[in-house]
């Protein structure tokens, strides 16, 4: 009974994109020695665990589908490691204070680390509100000198990789281009931007204007609305992914072609691509990182070796090579929700959340006599008993 109710479950997950285990000591990883350049990581030993360790981590935001597949990864590694995971979200890049009492509140729970995906690089008073518990900078860069570790590639590649794709490669002679990399001062957004203009310098590609606001819905909508009336001879738009996922909406009200690039993917993004309604995009695997993320937490925690600017390889994705094989280290699976405690299930509730379905061994943790369980919205009757 269980094994065909998780045979029916997986594909809902997985969708179109392929469900894998992640592995960090196997995967091509790079070094960033500055926002240029990089090096190959030599291959990490396996990771061999000494306690159990609790971890917790800070998100900016999770209306961003990019931080979403972060906590897919760090799930999965939580999972592999058996380590205890705190998640805390902000609710935007501006929510500044609600992330220092979130760093109060993970060392109240006594976590061993901190995985910071800091609102904003400069961070006023961490060393108070960690104290000394041990940092791990997540995505965004943190001008914390006693961060342990950063993983993260530079914000300024994301934006340089597919300009210069659209610098080589572009699909219209005029490009009148609006950029929309997020929000002001936070996120990498101006570091996206720096690294767009450096890469079309030269090239008949014009700028013809900039705009900020945080990654919501509604509010990159509104902007590009704007933006289109104010500037009517816009024929494309390059920023974030929320951006691009409006700018596919907006295109189809026009007489005129819009043409998209997105500085780095989610699952919009992904299913733009296969549909030939966006240029290029960036990924910087997003769930690999997650995994990475906690994987350097526990090195750090063990006194290992850990690298202070490390990441996977950044991916230059276009219609022509896009595939689920290509993108499976970079995106939860479809059907994934947020996840913010691991091991999260309590029999003495009534709801009971699982990290990832599909792996029996897994779900075996967590039920040890018939119950209701509810996974991710789904109702499921385990109707006998996993010993």
Same mark, same amino acid.
């Given at each position: ?5 998780? $045979? ?17 000591? +196997? ?20 990771? +061999? ?57 993970? $060392? ?26 041990? @940092? ?52 990498? =957004? ?30 990159? $909508?509104?902007?590009? +609305? ?9 024929? /494309? ?51 690999? +990182? ?8 526990? $090195? ?10 490390? =990441?996977?390889?950044?991916? @230059? ?14 995106? =939860?699976?479809?059907?994934? !929700? ?15 959340? /699982? ?25 499921? !009757? ?6």
């Amino acid at each position: 009974m269980r094994s065909a109710i998780f $045979r029916f479950l997986l594909p809902f997950f997985c969708g179109t994109i392929t469900c894998s285990a992640l592995a960090v000591s +196997q995967a091509p990883l790079v070094r960033w020695l500055n926002e240029r350049q990089s090096e190959p990581v030599a291959a990490m030993p396996v990771l +061999q665990m000494e306690r159990r360790w609790k971890l917790c981590a800070l998100y900016p935001s999770l209306k961003d589908a990019y931080w979403l597949s972060i906590n897919y990864g760090m799930i999965r590694e939580a999972q592999r490691t058996k380590v205890q995971l705190k998640i805390f979200e902000a609710g935007g890049y501006s929510q500044l204070e609600t992330q220092r009492e979130q760093l109060t509140l993970c $060392r109240q729970w006594g976590a061993d680390a901190i995985l910071l995906g800091s609102s904003l690089a400069q961070f006023p008073n961490l060393a108070a509100s960690v104290g000394n518990t041990p @940092v791990i900078a997540v995505v965004n860069e943190l001008n914390f000198a006693a961060a342990k570790a950063r993983v993260g590639v530079p914000w300024f590649q994301m934006g340089y990789q597919p300009g210069r794709y659209l610098a080589e490669h572009p699909p219209h002679p005029s490009l009148h281009v609006l950029l929309m990399p997020g929000p002001k001062d936070a996120g990498g =957004s101006r570091e996206m931007v720096d690294g767009f203009r450096t890469a079309v310098e030269g090239s008949s590609i014009q700028i013809v204007d900039v705009v900020y606001g945080d990654n919501d819905v509604e509010i990159q $909508r509104n902007l590009l +609305q704007d933006m289109l009336e104010k500037h009517p001879e816009i024929n /494309l738009i390059a920023g974030n992914a929320i951006a691009a996922q409006v700018a596919m909406g907006e295109a189809r009200n026009r007489r005129h072609p819009l043409g998209i690039v997105s500085f780095y993917l989610s699952h919009q993004v992904y299913r733009g691509l296969k549909r030939g309604r966006i240029i290029v995009a960036a990924s910087d695997q997003m769930a690999l +990182q997650g995994e990475l993320a906690v994987d350097q937490a526990i $090195r750090a925690l063990q006194h290992q070796n850990v690298d202070m600017n490390i =990441s996977p390889q950044i991916l @230059v994705l276009t219609p022509a090579n896009i595939s689920p094989e290509k993108v499976k280290l970079s995106l =939860s699976p479809l059907g994934f !929700r947020p996840v913010y405690l691991f091991p999260s299930a309590n029999l003495s509730r009534e709801k009971v959340t /699982l990290a990832m379905p599909g792996d029996e061994q897994f779900v075996a943790q967590f039920v040890s006599q018939p119950a209701d369980q509810y996974i991710y919205g789904t109702k499921i !009757r385990l109707v006998h008993p996993v010993r």
